[in-house]
């Protein structure tokens, strides 16, 4: 359901984006441009992240596809420099469409002068006071006073005061989900695929060494990770949740959501080897880009065995309904 | 002539902005998914005005749609084996890998007993009752909602689930009370009626009255969950159980709006102490009482807030922490969690939210705290210092130390909870203030550096003895604290406690000599995290509630230089433009302002022929 929220909610802004784009397209290429940045201002700042106006009572949310999709009741705001990176980038991109020709970048920058010269056009300083008598001419003069003289200046002066202004928003770090740590990407769970060492004493120990290999391969599997959720709901569930969605009991009070392993962009993305190791090292172990010192992950390697958390990855990828990435081939 | 004039002919006369137009003319498509869209949106608003989705009669409408066949049953089984054994046991005993360590435990579907029902105290529940649990989950315990949230159950597995759970009693029945296929006699649940202040004081009085309702007795006057009994009762299990504390929207097992209210008073919870009150109370006095247990709630702030404004101020901070101004400043509200990164880890907290405010003046910052707490506990038989960490209690009950396990067994905290522990909190900041988002660890430093601590100690304030407020530091959690020396031990405070709630104020000058001090100065922006210890729930050492990192900002007047800031940005960008429009009139760029009348940019760029 909330996949078909975010893509309902895409929908309409790409929906927006049309009918304003159509109107500014008739107006010519500057228009166009301006239009392009001002929406993508507005994707990044208001319909994907989400946005809280206003304070105390008076205070109203407006959600973002992103509060949509990950199921938050408060914005999650793209950092300062994503969110700047991506401005800059579509003003480029907006450029080099522009000048892909000489007639586009003369109807882009036409406007432009036609404001700085005044609505004279081509006839200069003289002819635009003789413009000025005609009623028409005086309101265009009047608009283009407002705009150079006093829109445009009154801007710059309210980001210069804004930069200088305390402010009290917290710093947002930008946080690597997955940072890269040294880990063993050719680790396989070895309680997967089982050896035959592995499944001979399985097979002694439950009493079923008459059992076909097959089954038996399903049998160990299937107990390994009951095992695994037995240890899962002990260690693991008070934050990642029964549901391994990761809104445990603990959740409610983590500023740094526990993951998600339901969710694509977690354990599913990742080879077991990494997941094995960031279960080992926990949030202590993670270098600067992993924002350690926000994560409450315990470093289980001082707790639990590697078999037991064998096990437990057994169990999570199971409850998750994912499976871990196969480790590519490497020459 | 005027500009508009030839903007509006130039562009309707070019062909290149009728290769625009065509292009958008994609937007045709956009707008029928922006109509879909619409309508989808629609639809969904819809269905979200319909009310409460588990209401008995609609619940009872979708069940048909899930017949209860054997089949059902099986693959209901196979759903239980893989979500529901890992607390509930494999055979329903309610003994799974999490059941010694959850407060309260999962649920024993062997006995018979369920607390959610719409049936009379005693009695089994409805399918629906069953099903509307799984789906919504039980709020403020380990039970997710199995129907709601990123990920789910199918309405179909969670249909075969109930049928199964409810076959986990056992097949053949001597009693017939305890007959899985029997429903109970379902109470009836009506509309709620317009509720009010009168409706309120009404309620008022039959929580108080012990005639009537005594609710007082077990969640204390203002409900706070601190009544004369609590501590006392054991549910039907032989586990300790306490009252809920009716302040909090979050602990709402079984639901938080007036009518689950009254359905819970009406249908008791059975296998506790809570009694039904269906037969006793009549239905205009169970809407009273629901109307005023709902008066009591506060909803947790879910702005996602992180920063507390210390307010400066020029009259006499209150150093009666009790004191009404405190209370009317804009409260931080900060959720704690369990301390589970070191052992001994426990996840069964005492305290799960604390409310700070913050004044400052010329000399001095002021931070007060205010939390529930079901007990005041001034005694304290662990070790005087608290560190190291986790070491000698109380000889006769079960040591921290001792307790061999990744988690703390429920059990153990219950008899820890018989003993004498001080009830404490801590406030922490970074030992240096860095630049960003950089901090050290958020429980106890060590990765990142150090902490500057704050403690407060309920026992040696009650009891008169020095350092009830100490300044401390500390470097990673296992390590062993130091304490500042005695000449730079600046730090006051004062504490009350009052009706289940605990109130305290810690102050300290803003700048100090101190070297391991932080120093604090109009406009700085500083984290802080907050553990508390509940001696009452047996907490010492790494046993606590611990927050994540929050911010407090000392309030300034906006600055002279930002204004000076915005003028200059005035001055520069007057002279800018005076500069532009001085270019574009000499530059005399003529071929630009010509209507480029031949020109087709599609044509242009994609190499066709189109003028």
């Known amino acids: ?331 | 002539m005027n500009g508009r004039g030839e903007m509006t002919r130039s562009a309707s006369r070019l062909p290149g902005a009728i290769s625009w137009r065509t292009r958008w003319d994609v937007s045709d498509t956009c707008r029928s998914l922006f109509a879909m869209a619409f309508l989808l949106l629609l639809v969904a608003c819809g269905g979200g005005e319909q009310g409460d989705p588990y209401e008995l009669s609609r619940l009872s409408e979708r069940k048909r749609g899930f017949p209860e066949t054997e089949q059902a049953v099986a693959s209901g089984g196979r759903t239980y084996r893989k979500h529901c054994a890992l607390c509930h046991g494999d055979e329903g005993e309610g003994n799974g890998g999490s059941a010694p360590y959850l407060d309260p435990r999962p649920r024993d579907f062997t006995m018979g007993l369920f607390k959610f029902r719409s049936t009379l105290s005693g009695e089994l529940p409805t399918d629906e009752d069953l099903f509307r649990v799984i789906s919504r989950g039980v709020p403020g315990t380990a039970m997710p909602n199995w129907g709601e949230g990123a990920f789910k159950l199918s309405e179909e597995q969670r249909w075969e689930v109930a049928y199964y759970v409810k076959r986990l009693g056992g097949e053949d029945f001597e009693d017939e009370d305890f007959d899985p296929y029997r429903e109970g006699a379902i109470l009836p649940i009506p509309a709620p009626p317009e509720g009010g202040p009168d409706r309120v004081a009404a309620g008022r009085e039959i929580f108080t009255d012990e005639k009537r309702g005594g609710c007082v007795k077990c969640h204390g006057p203002n409900g706070r969950g601190n009544g004369a009994e609590a501590g006392a009762q054991r549910d039907d299990w032989g586990d300790v159980i306490l009252p809920a504390d009716l302040t909090k929207s979050w602990r709402y097992k079984n639901g938080d709006s007036p009518r689950q209210i009254f359905r819970t008073l009406s249908t008791g919870l059975s296998g506790t102490p809570m009694p039904g009150y269906g037969e006793m109370l009549g239905e205009e006095e169970r809407w009273n009482l629901a109307f005023f247990v709902r008066s009591l709630v506060i909803e947790p702030d879910a702005s996602g807030n992180q920063v507390l404004v210390a307010t400066r101020t020029t009259e006499a901070i209150p150093s009666d922490p009790s004191d009404e101004r405190w209370f009317d400043q804009q409260a931080l509200d900060v959720p704690m969690a369990g301390q589970v990164m070191y052992r001994p880890r426990h996840q069964n907290v005492g305290v799960d939210l604390v409310q700070v405010r913050a004044l400052y003046d010329q000399s001095e910052i002021v931070f007060h705290f205010s939390w529930n707490d079901r007990s005041r506990d001034v005694e304290h038989r662990g070790t005087e210092g608290g560190e190291p960490p986790f070491s000698q209690d109380s000889p006769d009950l079960p040591s921290v130390a001792e307790i061999d396990d990744t988690f703390v067994p429920a059990k153990q905290l219950w008899k820890r909870r018989a003993g004498k522990f001080r009830d404490s909190l801590q406030l922490q900041f970074p030992a240096t203030l860095k630049t960003g988002a950089n901090k050290p660890f958020f429980f106890l430093g060590g990765k990142g550096g150090p902490v500057y601590l704050w403690r407060w100690l309920a026992d040696r304030e009650a009891s008169g003895q020095e350092r009830a407020f100490e300044e401390r530091a500390q470097n990673g959690a296992v390590k062993t604290p130091t304490v500042q020396d005695a000449d730079d031990q600046t730090l006051r405070g004062k504490s009350t406690y009052d009706d289940g709630r605990w109130a305290l104020v810690m102050r300290r000058p803003l700048q100090t000599q101190g070297k391991k001090d932080i120093q604090f100065s109009a406009g700085s922006l500083v984290p802080f995290a907050v553990q508390v210890w509940d001696g009452g729930n047996g907490e010492e050492g790494l046993l606590c509630s611990l927050s994540s990192w929050y911010y407090v900002r000392l309030e300034t007047p906006i600055p002279a230089s930002a204004y000076l800031a915005g003028a200059a940005g005035v001055i520069i960008a007057l002279l800018l433009v005076r500069l532009l429009v001085f270019l574009a009139c000499r530059v005399h760029p003529e071929y630009i302002l010509e209507q480029a009348a031949s020109s087709a940019y599609v044509g242009e760029i994609s190499g066709a022929s189109e003028g």
């Open chain 1, 1 to 331: 359901m909330n996949a078909l929220w975010t893509v309902a909610y895409a929908a309409a802004f790409v929906g927006v984006c049309a009918v304003v784009m159509r109107a500014l397209g008739r107006r010519g290429v500057f228009w166009a441009s301006a239009g392009t940045l001002g929406l993508g201002w507005l994707f990044f700042s208001v319909a994907f992240p989400g946005v809280t106006l206003g304070s105390g009572a008076a205070q109203i949310t407006i959600p973002g596809m992103a509060m949509l999709a990950m199921d938050s009741s408060s914005p999650l705001p793209v950092p300062a420099f994503a969110f700047w990176s991506y401005l800059a980038l579509i003003v480029a991109g907006t450029l080099v469409v522009v000048s892909a020709s000489d007639s586009m970048l003369r109807d882009f920058l036409r406007p432009i002068l036609r404001l700085l010269r005044g609505p004279a056009g081509t006839e200069g300083r003289a002819g635009g006071a003789a413009a000025s008598a005609s009623g028409a001419g005086t309101r265009a003069q009047t608009t283009r006073i407002l705009i150079l003289y006093v829109a445009f200046p009154a801007l710059v002066g309210w980001l210069g005061f804004s930069a200088v202004k305390p402010n009290v928003a917290a710093p947002v770090g930008a946080r690597q989900a997955h940072p890269s740590i040294s880990y063993d990407e050719k680790l396989v769970n070895p309680l997967r695929n089982p050896s035959p060492k592995l499944l001979a004493e399985f097979a002694q120990q439950e009493g079923l060494e008459e059992v076909p290999r097959e089954d038996l391969r399903e049998r160990f599997l299937e107990t390994m990770t009951h095992e695994g959720r037995f240890l899962y709901a002990k260690n693991c569930s008070p934050c990642h949740s029964g549901k391994a969605d990761g809104t445990g009991l603990m959740a409610r009070a983590l500023r740094l959501p526990p993951a998600n392993f339901t969710d694509v962009g977690t354990i599913a993305t990742l080879v077991e080897g990494y997941a094995f190791k960031r279960i080992q090292e926990g949030g202590i172990g993670l270098p600067a880009a992993g924002t350690p010192w926000d994560s409450a992950m315990p470093r289980w390697k001082n707790d639990l065995t590697d078999e037991q958390i064998f096990k437990i990855l057994l169990a999570e990828y199971d409850l998750a309904g994912v499976s871990p990435r196969v480790p590519e081939e490497r020459e």
